[in-house]
């Protein structure tokens, strides 16, 4: 069940590296041929970068919302879980005290 968990964190987190990898190569081929403007003196790579990071995000926010909320629900799953194992140790450290 561990390797489900995490399969989901690494599957949302791979989606979403790829996403942004393909917006920076998109966004740097256009600055390339010169249909955007490039970044003033050396700052081209950061104006990539940054336009890249721009574009990514809403992408990533509605292309991955699937993916996103299998993730959530995994983590919700596993915080439920240490909170019930947290609570019987706590009642269990009663029983012993009492």
């Known amino acids: 069940m561990t390797a489900s968990k995490t399969s989901a964190t690494i599957r949302y987190t791979a989606m979403r590296l790829g996403i942004f990898a393909g917006c920076f190569v998109v966004v740097a081929g256009l600055v390339q041929f010169g249909v955007l403007p490039k970044g003033l003196g050396d700052s081209n790579f950061v104006w990539v970068l940054l336009l890249a990071i721009v574009i990514s995000a809403p992408?990533?926010?509605?292309?991955?919302?699937?993916?996103?909320?299998?993730?959530?629900?995994?983590?919700?799953?596993?915080?439920?879980?240490?909170?019930?194992?947290?609570?019987?140790?706590?009642?269990?450290?009663?029983?012993?005290?009492?």
């Open 59 to 98: 992408l990533s926010f509605i292309l991955l919302r699937k993916q996103r909320d299998e993730m959530s629900a995994q983590i919700v799953s596993k915080v439920d879980s240490a909170k019930s194992r947290l609570e019987a140790n706590r009642a269990q450290e009663d029983g012993v005290t009492q």
